[in-house]
């Protein structure tokens, strides 16, 4: 799932000219009916309906719309996030510095196809501080992006990829971060379905979801969740 990135040495209007052309209207909608499948038959499992969650390069904001939490923040530098936002508070912020969010105030941070998109792992660890500063004692981190083990040349397909992690380069920085990996999930969805041959539906998704011996044939993605420590 390609999700608008933050990349803090493009300007506002650079981000917003590179995304504008990267998803069609109707692949947008399409990914839209994606998330919910995913966040009912995956995420779901990792937010309480109390929790205040904050979707770290939020995008075009599918997971934060679609997740069933109380209280949302969506991080980006991408001005177009606030046109996507549903029933989130729009945050315009770099991932190392988010004055506008309280220390230990948010239960869950979630962040998809977006460290791919930092400049260096000192970027990485500026980042992981910040998260742990928002995030309340034990609170979660959910990264889901693409393992280079798995989509080899492919990640470079996006002129913004530039750091390139696998599940156990992100497990060390998590780590180095100051959390405790607790699920480590080396192949998971897809790397991309944008070109898929054919239409996917979220009957699919969710099919894929209960198949677990499917991810380690398609799985791209990895997923990692980790308690603030």
């Given at each position: 799932?390609?999700?608008?990135?933050?990349?803090?040495?493009?300007?506002?209007?650079?981000?917003?000219?590179?995304y504008?052309?990267?998803?069609?209207?109707?692949?947008?909608?399409?990914?839209?009916?994606?998330?919910?499948?995913?966040?009912?038959?995956?995420?779901?499992?990792?937010?309480?309906a109390?929790?205040t969650?904050?979707?770290?390069?939020?995008?075009?904001c599918?997971?934060?719309?679609a997740?069933?939490?109380?209280?949302?923040?969506?991080?980006?530098?991408?001005?177009?996030?606030?046109?996507f936002?549903?029933?989130?508070?729009?945050?315009?912020?770099?991932?190392d510095?988010?004055?506008?969010?309280?220390?230990?105030?948010?239960?869950?941070?979630?962040?998809?196809?977006?460290?791919e998109?930092?400049?260096?792992?000192?970027?990485l660890?500026?980042?992981?501080?910040?998260?742990?500063?928002?995030?309340r004692?034990?609170?979660?981190?959910?990264v889901?992006?693409?393992?280079?083990?798995?989509?080899?040349?492919?990640?470079?397909?996006?002129?913004?990829?530039?750091?390139?992690?696998?599940?156990?380069?992100?497990?060390?920085?998590?780590?180095?971060g100051?959390?405790?990996?607790?699920?480590?999930?080396?192949?998971?969805?897809?790397?991309?379905?944008?070109?898929?041959?054919?239409?996917?539906?979220?009957?699919?998704?969710?099919?894929?979801?209960?198949?677990?011996p499917?991810?380690?044939?398609?799985?791209?993605?990895?997923?990692v969740a980790?308690?603030?420590?």
């Amino acid at each position: 799932m390609d999700v608008i990135g933050q990349y803090e040495q493009f300007s506002d209007i650079d981000l917003a000219r590179l995304y504008a052309g990267r998803f069609s209207p109707a692949e947008l909608a399409t990914k839209r009916l994606l998330w919910d499948a995913l966040c009912r038959g995956f995420f779901d499992r990792y937010v309480e309906a109390d929790d205040t969650v904050l979707d770290l390069a939020a995008g075009s904001c599918e997971f934060v719309n679609a997740c069933r939490a109380r209280h949302k923040i969506a991080v980006d530098l991408n001005p177009d996030t606030a046109g996507f936002a549903r029933d989130a508070r729009v945050v315009l912020a770099p991932s190392d510095d988010m004055p506008e969010v309280g220390s230990n105030s948010v239960d869950t941070v979630f962040t998809s196809n977006f460290f791919e998109h930092l400049p260096d792992k000192k970027a990485l660890l500026r980042t992981l501080a910040e998260c742990r500063r928002v995030l309340r004692p034990g609170g979660r981190l959910l990264v889901l992006m693409p393992n280079l083990r798995y989509v080899g040349g492919r990640y470079w397909d996006y002129f913004d990829h530039h750091l390139p992690l696998t599940h156990l380069s992100l497990v060390e920085g998590l780590r180095l971060g100051g959390f405790e990996p607790h699920e480590v999930i080396p192949r998971f969805l897809p790397y991309t379905v944008k070109g898929a041959p054919v239409r996917i539906r979220p009957w699919q998704v969710r099919l894929y979801l209960r198949l677990r011996p499917a991810w380690r044939l398609f799985g791209g993605q990895m997923f990692v969740a980790a308690r603030r420590r």
